[in-house]
């Protein structure tokens, strides 16, 4: 019964190489996002969705494209790996959006590029 | 522009002894604060957050916090700490205005028996 799920939990690719991340909230939240933390440990919005439609879109490189099938899920496909994409990415939902409601977050996929 | 500062990448404190870890924000208006903690190979998990009023929150897992506005700042303190509180700690800010945290860097913690 776990209420924020991702897949794969870890994933090692070659560079130039295109990949999905999947996740998906059983908590019936309205919003879900996804979060990048890099070698240092800072942790980065990247998207936000609001009942599938895009609310948050960070300056991001646009190799990565989130797709939010419907409100449970919300994938993140990167194409083109590089090795600064090398991180661990964070999926989070929250019941609605804004910074009142609390953020369930994710095990995250640590993604390796060789 | 918004920041938030974790002065200390790592504290090693001795179970049952008490722990504070430093938080400094930067941002222009009343800032939502939060802590988060995130076990080994876990997700982060909400600890407390403050958004107005008693400037002294309290969280699950016996932690609070102290939200004191002239220091820009929101410490985390615990009396007595476990061996199960060893994790990473997150300092994040947000406010009215935007709808994202920002987050530090984190401190990690180790607790020794």
């Known amino acids: 019964d776990t209420a924020v799920s991702q897949t794969p939990k870890y994933l090692v690719t070659q560079m130039g190489n295109d990949k999905s991340i999947k996740c998906e909230q059983n908590l019936g939240h309205d919003t879900m996002y996804w979060y990048k933390q890099d070698s240092k440990k800072f942790l980065k919005i990247m998207f936000s969705?609001?009942?599938?439609?895009?609310?948050i879109n960070e300056t991001v490189p646009n190799r990565f494209s989130p797709k939010s099938p419907d409100k449970a899920h919300l994938n993140l496909h990167i194409n083109s790996l590089e090795l600064g994409d090398s991180a661990v990415y964070f999926c989070?939902?929250?019941?609605?959006?804004?910074?009142?409601?609390?953020?369930?977050f994710g095990p995250g996929t640590r993604l390796t590029v060789l | 522009a918004q920041s938030v500062t974790q002065p200390d990448i790592h504290i090693t404190v001795s179970e049952g002894a008490s722990l504070e870890l430093r938080c400094n924000y930067s941002?222009?208006?009343?800032?939502?604060l939060f802590w988060y903690v995130q076990s080994p190979g876990q997700g982060l998990q909400l600890l407390l957050k403050y958004f107005s009023g008693d400037t002294l929150v309290q969280g699950i897992k016996g932690f609070e916090a102290e939200f004191k506005r002239s220091q820009s700042s929101f410490n985390l303190r615990k009396p007595s700490v476990h061996w199960s509180d060893a994790a990473e700690y997150f300092c994040?800010?947000?406010?009215?205005?935007?709808?994202?945290?920002?987050f530090g860097s984190g401190t990690k913690l180790n607790v020794k028996p």
């Open positions: 969705y609001n009942n599938k439609e895009l609310i």
């Open positions: 989070a939902s929250s019941r609605i959006a804004g910074m009142t409601d609390t953020q369930y």
């Open positions: 994040a800010v947000g406010g009215r205005n935007f709808n994202k945290f920002y």
């Open positions: 941002y222009g208006a009343t800032p939502y």
